[in-house]
């Protein structure tokens, strides 16, 4: 079945740029979600369709998708940005739904 | 105000049965794809099951297939997870979820609004 591939950690300092990324086989033919989630609470859709936010959403939150992989980046990371990152595509040759392993992503 | 609210999780041993609800309040539920996403202690997500909005269609993961069934009664609002022979690896925070969907050129499947989650364990 269709394997999505995060580094399981990314660090960053305040105010600088942290990118996320997100590996699979042609990826780039696909559409990627990312989801946010902070420790115990419930996942939040922060980019969809490789590049669009969610009403609510910061510009800061943006994503990219090409290739075999996909980024989501968070611009000027500010400590509310510390959480788990998921990225998500539907495989619709298996009608499987993918999640990536996820990144806690650390601000430093 | 839009929210999912869980329930029905519990402690149950090994081989038994659990039913969880997922009320659904704030939007038309009948319009709108809704699926199960489980969370293992300390691990990532995993999707479990959808459901097409009149329960035409529906899609499991391998791991529980014939022994989870997904339903809904768009009339009562609600989402449920029929969860039999349940296994140890079964134990997890279950979030029911609501499905943008497009099968037309790149298809996609994302999930736009979570509940909170509720823990189901499987223990002896």
């Known amino acids: 079945s269709y394997v999505l591939t995060q580094p399981p950690s990314v660090s960053v300092a305040p105010g600088q740029t942290a990118r996320v990324t997100c590996g699979g086989n042609?990826?780039?033919?696909?559409?990627v979600h990312w989801y946010q989630q902070k420790p115990g609470q419930a996942p939040v859709l922060v980019v969809y369709d490789d590049s669009d936010r969610p009403s609510g959403i910061p510009e800061r939150f943006s994503g990219s998708n090409s290739g075999n992989t996909a980024t989501l980046t968070i611009s000027r990371v500010e400590a509310g940005d510390e959480a788990d990152y998921y990225c998500?595509?539907?495989?619709?040759?298996?009608?499987?739904?993918?999640f990536g392993g996820g990144t806690t992503l650390t601000v430093l | 105000e839009v929210q999912l609210a869980e329930s029905g999780g519990g402690l149950v041993q090994p081989g038994g049965s659990l039913r969880l609800s997922c009320v659904t309040s704030g939007f038309t539920l009948a319009t709108y794809w809704m699926t199960w996403v489980r969370q293992a202690p300390g691990k990532g997500l995993e999707w479990v099951a959808n459901?097409?909005?009149?329960?035409?269609?529906?899609y499991y993961v391998d791991s529980v297939r014939g022994r989870f069934t997904i339903s809904r009664d768009n009339a009562k609002n609600s989402l449920y997870l029929q969860m039999n022979s349940l296994r140890a690896e079964d134990t997890a925070v279950y979030y029911c979820a609501r499905a943008r969907v497009r099968v037309i050129g790149v298809p996609y499947w994302y999930f736009d609004l979570w509940g909170r989650g509720i823990l189901v364990a499987v223990s002896s």
């Open positions: 459901v097409k909005q009149d329960a035409s269609e529906k």
């Open positions: 042609n990826i780039g033919r696909k559409s």
């Open positions: 998500q595509v539907w495989d619709s040759s298996s009608d499987l739904c993918i």
